[in-house]
């Protein structure tokens, strides 16, 4: 991994051009190296530091689940998802409170614990 460094000439970014613009990075940000910058810098520092003894690492970085065929779509979810998109009415926000049946059904589940 990268040592960590300031922003300042990253990428051909100079200090003025960060205050002309009144841009600043975060604090949190500021020490990190820029392959922690992204979602993939931390998955990957995350997984080089665990401990693998007697225990079994879950991929769970894989963003494009077709390679696995236990996580195929049911055909059933598929037609739904065919349906609402033909019908039209699902194509904008929904309100922001959610929608009616989902308010109902997670209603339901929550008396039901």
């Known amino acids: 991994m990268a040592e960590p ?4 000439g ?7 051009d960060l205050s002309k ?5 975060s604090e949190a940000v500021k020490g990190c190296s ?13 997984m080089s530091h665990l401990n ?3 225990k079994s690492k879950i991929p769970l970085g894989h963003g494009d689940p077709s390679g696995f065929d236990c996580f195929r779509t049911s055909i ?5 998802l065919v349906e609402a998109i033909r019908s039209g009415k699902y194509n904008g926000y929904p309100p ?4 009616p049946q989902s308010r109902r059904y997670i209603f339901r589940l929550a008396v039901a614990l």
Not at 34 to 46: A, S
Not at 76 to 80: I, P
């Open 5 to 8: 460094m300031q922003l300042n």
């Open 10 to 16: 990253c990428n051909g970014i100079k200090a003025e």
């Open 21 to 25: 613009w009144n841009f600043r990075p």
């Open 34 to 46: 820029h392959d922690m910058v992204g979602i993939r810098g931390v998955l990957d520092y995350v």
């Open 52 to 54: 693998p003894i007697g």
């Open 76 to 80: 059933v979810a598929e037609d739904a």
């Open 96 to 99: 922001a409170v959610g929608l």
